[in-house]
């Protein structure tokens, strides 16, 4: 059974950091794009970066570009995202998804495999 978990999320200050992790069971992350993504309450979920299968492309939102860093390593079968100089607006539930596709293509499509999430605050 594919399972996705998240950890990492917590509260923090604005301008602090977290890192966020995905943990893959049941499959190997290797033939996945990963993507994180983000919803605030009120709001709609939003593709916020993703991961090519093999880590050599990355693509984030405008919104945290400078700011976050995804990365995966394959052999621990775990995603992550480093997040600093973290913002109010940066608050919400962070979910990890997968993709059977070497390329991220768009953050609406294909993404068939979701963790739980985990909640990330930032408020001083």
């Known amino acids: 059974q594919l399972q996705l978990v998240e950890s990492g999320g917590g509260l923090v200050q604005p301008g602090g950091s977290l890192r966020l992790s995905c943990a893959a069971s049941?499959?190997?992350?290797?033939?996945?794009?990963i993507g994180w993504f983000r919803q605030a309450p009120g709001k709609e979920r939003e593709g916020v970066s993703c991961?090519?299968?093999?880590?050599?492309?990355?693509n984030y939102a405008d919104s945290v570009k400078g700011r976050f860093t995804i990365s995966r390593d394959n052999a621990k079968n775990t995603v992550y995202l480093q997040m600093n100089n973290l913002k109010p607006e940066d608050t919400g539930v962070y979910y990890c998804?997968?993709?059977?596709?070497?390329?991220?293509?768009?953050?609406?499509?294909?993404?068939?495999?979701w963790g739980q999430g985990t909640q990330v605050t930032v408020s001083s």
């Open positions: 998804a997968a993709k059977r596709s070497r390329w991220c293509g768009s953050y609406s499509q294909g993404f068939a495999s």
């Open positions: 049941g499959f190997t992350l290797d033939y996945y794009a």
């Open positions: 991961i090519s299968s093999s880590g050599h492309s990355t």
